[in-house]
């Protein structure tokens, strides 16, 4: 299997090759050449497997340069009931006649990055060896992205983890979950400044081709090819959970951000799974759901992005939709060029209402959206607790909200639970009255001696510590 840049570069390359590596050089996100096509009969074998060895059969089709055995064996290590809680690692459960929960959040951090994010750990540590190399992660994170990033590295050989936040803005239990972790390998730094500093800290590093060189600076983003990829595998074990056999059609509701989670569901769809409709969840930053309704597509401007109680979904742009676009395009990446570089470059937008590829996205590829309020979500909590006894968190709030909105009479609908309510536990209380229930694990955890350093707001602060703590 090769790798093209959706921007049209002439290079082709390996999964390893791409593994540690953020965008093409020429800008562009890579992709599979094709989406390998699963069939009747390959669904039918897959139905009975354990998720690990789905797992591994999904992942065989796209990695052909890792040995099988060891392919293998890190599937099996990363996909255990000791890590993500249960034998099924995402059981479904049934909530209302048709409509479905996808549990994606029992993992270490209690959020859906960590399925992606576990395995990313492990397939780093292995190639790193097996190329005799280090890699120095320097990441940016307001809550979910870095922790699951931190419990998928510590402890790892050849990894060291940089995550910079910004200082006393991330909950007590946020902050508690990444500074509690005394790894040699982990290094939490909280900034004088908010949430974009430290964007604009990791890119400055990044932008000092010397220093990222010297240094092995790399990073473990939404638009690395590998999480995207080890997110496919649980569209296939939800259709399965949903399904008693493999003619039937399920639909998927994703809370999006990145696009990164549905993006993995277009991929499973493109191999033949049979998803008939995928709906984009937005909250109020609902630049996706305008691109569904209208055909344009708006980047919005820091300051038009808003803070919301969803706060994994609060982005201005979402940084793996034109992995989408370059399809819907019909693959072809001087069109892709003039929309991302040109249209978007000298605009900030791009307009496909009247291109007749803008009608594919919901005839070919199934897509729906739709968008919730702070209002939609707290009564969304508020009725599923109260109709169901179930305590669900306000991203799967959003899902669930525009889920019900595009239900077809027979077709399961199964809403992706991105991460467990406690994760946000302010708004829970705000709907219900009370905070929800803590797993066992994380009892105390705001006591605990905490490991992070304090540094200003400026890059050349943050390169100096790198600096010394890289040996
Ligand atoms: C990251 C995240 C999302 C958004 O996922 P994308 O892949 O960026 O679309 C939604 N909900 C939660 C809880 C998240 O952590």
Redesign the pocket.
């Known amino acids: 299997m090769n790798y093209l840049s959706t921007r049209g570069h002439p290079d082709r390359k390996r999964f390893c090759e791409i593994l540690l590596e953020g965008l093409a050089p020429d800008g562009g996100l890579y992709l599979p050449e094709t989406y390998p096509q699963v069939h009747t009969a390959t669904l039918a074998k897959w139905r009975a497997l354990p998720y690990a060895e789905l797992a591994f059969e999904i992942l065989s089709l796209y990695i052909d340069d890792i040995p099988p055995a060891d392919l293998k064996a890190i599937c099996a290590k990363t996909y255990t009931a000791e890590v993500f809680g249960t034998d099924e690692i995402v059981p479904l459960r049934e909530l209302e006649d048709g409509v479905y929960l996808e549990a994606l959040?029992n993992g270490p951090t209690l959020?859906?990055?960590d399925m992606a994010m576990q395995l990313l750990g492990n397939l780093f540590e292995y190639e790193l060896a097996r190329r005799g190399s280090e890699l120095n992660i320097l990441g940016a994170t307001s809550?979910?992205?870095g922790s699951?990033a931190e419990y998928a590295m510590r402890g790892k050989k050849g990894v060291r983890v940089f995550m910079t936040s910004p200082d006393g803005r991330m909950s007590p239990f946020q902050q508690a979950q990444m500074f509690s972790l005394q790894d040699a390998n982990i290094h939490n730094i909280a900034i004088t400044g908010v949430f974009d500093d430290c964007q604009d800290i990791v890119k400055a590093v990044s932008n000092d081709l010397g220093f990222k060189r010297k240094y092995r600076i790399g990073t473990v983003n939404?638009i690395n090819w590998a999480r995207l990829l080890a997110?496919v595998v649980y569209y296939f074990a939800g259709y399965f959970q949903a399904t008693a056999s493999n003619d039937k059609p399920v639909s998927f509701t994703?809370?999006?951000?990145?696009?990164?989670?549905?993006?993995?569901g277009h991929v499973a769809r493109m191999m033949g799974l049979p998803i008939q409709t995928l709906v984009v969840a937005t909250n109020e930053n609902d630049v996706l759901d305008e691109f569904f309704r209208t055909g344009v597509y708006r980047v919005r401007a820091a300051v038009d992005t808003h803070e919301t109680s969803?706060p994994?979904?609060d982005?201005s742009k979402?940084?793996?939709f034109e992995r989408f676009v370059f399809d819907l395009v019909g693959r072809d990446s001087a069109r892709l060029r003039q929309l991302f570089v040109d249209d978007l470059g000298l605009q900030g937008s791009f307009d496909l209402s009247a291109d007749p590829a803008f009608k594919q996205a919901a005839g070919r590829f199934g897509f729906r959206s739709g968008r919730s309020t702070h209002a939609d979500r707290l009564a969304t909590i508020r009725d599923t607790e109260k109709r169901f006894a179930t305590l669900i968190?306000p991203?799967?709030a959003d899902g669930l909200k525009a889920a019900r909105e595009q239900i077809t009479p027979g077709v399961p609908m199964v809403v992706l639970e991105?991460?467990l309510p406690i994760?946000f536990a302010a708004t829970l209380v705000e709907a219900l009255g009370e905070e929800p229930a803590r797993p066992k694990k994380f009892e105390g955890i705001e006591a605990l001696p905490k490991r992070v350093v304090k540094l200003p707001a400026d890059a050349e602060a943050v390169k100096a510590y790198i600096a010394e703590n890289c040996d």
Do not use: E, R, Y
């Open positions: 959040s959020a859906f990055k809550g979910d992205t699951a939404s997110q994703v809370p999006s951000g990145n696009f990164g989670n549905v993006c993995a969803s994994s979904m982005i979402a940084s793996n968190d991203h799967t991105t991460a994760k």
